[in-house]
């Protein structure tokens, strides 16, 4: 793709850095920031942008994502680049595409996955070559995600894996880092990992900080438990050294009575741990719910074998009573009150979507376990496409973590667009969180000055990743850059309506190329898979 020299004027720069905004001009030559500063004699040009009452930020890092599958369906991902994103990290909450031993098992552990799709790789480097092949539209780092090295050596069975197990996992992460992942990430509350040892999760942390990765985690999050769900975690970065990220750190809130002394009490762990000397950041993401898959409440044994396998157990009542009793990350939200569950959408039944599990049970006259369990068994043929958001949180609790300076936000969410193959795809924050975070916390409450925020989704988490030349704005760099109007940029989508585009973005470029020009679509994809030997 031809990148040529673009000089854009008059624009406020943010660096990326945390430092004050300069006024300057940019020079975009070969993909790169050739020049910054007063460049009236900046030579022949292609094109100038004038970005006089902009503010001028790198392109912004999505730290937390799982557009993993997404982005092979449809690469364009509109909803990101909309909104400035030019880099996503993907694998999270031990999620993911690769590698895959099963790909019957595996489509459980793929957000967004679409029944039929054929899941034709199987290493880290035949997917990544596949993403490389689609074109993104921005940038994709990867972490090697834990449920698949559980289900390649452990199938989907609940206990801790056994030494060599553990070993086998081990080398098959090692193979992962090598073929160009970034880290790796587990997600102990899912039902694929909840067997995890803390053992097992250490020895591959360690193989993970050998190589210089870092590790991402989505907390083992058991009720009651908020005090030593964020020690677990800070146990591993200290016996292994591994530099450490907690994913959506108010989590916790659900886990005590007293959810905001568990959001505090989280955030103190972290903050002595830093001072301690160990590596550790957090992430939140910018919704006031939760979302899941309604399939998460099944245990793994569960979840063995074909659809029909599957369809038996849900039929069976003595198998239903055992689920029942399976603490999973859906009755840790509900607390045993099914009106903090909501199904998002049900294809086979439109008349329950936006409803309660409660009120869904009660329509039907049946205890809301049944309920759920009928709802899977009508969508068997896609048993992992019914999303749940859920109501477990107070607002407040989850800005806490954004009062920390090492606190990133992320999307916690897929790439989607509001046409072609993912059209009738949803996943909340998709659409808004860059313009949520911006909005909310710069001009609405003004917990932080704009270079703070722009440092908290750019310089901030590159440094954290280990992405070299992006993240700032400064010579040499990539040129990513995201272009907008500080008074506008703003998320649009709403709880019920989130597939709406964020307004305010003017223009963006990844790579040098312009991705969103006068805030319109341009359809060029320069994205890069970036690759770390670790």
Partial sequence: MDKQRILIRRGTILDGTGAAPRDADLLLENGVIAAIGALDGAGE??????????????????????????????????????????????????????????????????????????????????YLESLEQARPALNVATLVPNGNLRQAVCGMSD?????????????????????????????LEYATEQGCSEEEVQALCRATGRRGGFYATHTRNRPGEAVETIAEAIRAAQATGVSLQISHLASVARLDEQSTWAVEQAIEQVERARAAGLRVH??????????????????????????????????????????????????????????????????????????????IAARQGKEPFDAIFDLLLDEIDDLHQMMVISFAYQEDDLHLPFGCPYCM?????IALAPDGPLAGEVFHGAYTWAGYFYRTFVREKQWMTPQEAIHRMTGLPAEKVGLKGRGRIEVGARADLAIFDPESFS??????????????????????????????????????????VC
């Fill in 159 to 187: 206990r801790p894996a056994g030494r060599e197990e553990i070993a086998r996992m081990t080398r098959l992460l090692e193979q992962g880092l090598e073929e160009g992942a970034i880290g790796y990430s587990t997600g």
């Fill in 491 to 532: 998320d649009r989508g709403t709880t019920f309506e989130p597939n709406q585009l964020a307004v305010g973005m003017r223009h963006v470029f990844v790579n040098g190329v312009p991705a969103v020009r006068e805030g319109k679509i341009t359809g060029l994809r320069a994205g890069q898979v970036i690759r770390s």
């Fill in 282 to 359: 957090i992430d939140m993401h910018t919704r006031s719910f939760g979302t899941t898959n309604l399939s998460s409440i099944l245990p793994p044994w569960a979840l063995q074998g074909d659809q029909e396998a599957i369809a038996a157990r849900l039929r069976d009542p003595a198998a239903r009573d055992r689920m029942r009793a399976h603490p999973s990350i859906i009755t840790s939200q509900a607390r045993g009150d099914w009106s903090r569950i909501i199904l998002f959408r049900c294809r086979s039944h439109p008349e329950f979507s936006q409803q309660s599990v409660q009120d």
């Fill in 409 to 413: 936000a992320g999307s916690d969410a």
């Fill in 45 to 126: 040009v292609a094109e100038t942008i004038d970005a006089a009452g902009a503010y001028v930020a790198p392109g912004f890092i999505d730290i937390h994502s799982h557009s993993d599958f997404t982005l092979l369906v449809d690469p364009r991902a509109v909803s990101s680049i909309s909104q400035g994103v030019t880099t996503e990290i993907v694998g999270n909450c031990g999620h993911g595409c690769a590698p895959i031993h099963n790909p019957i098992s595996a489509i459980a552990n793929i957000y967004g996955y679409q029944a039929g799709y054929d899941l034709f790789w199987r290493s880290m480097a035949e």
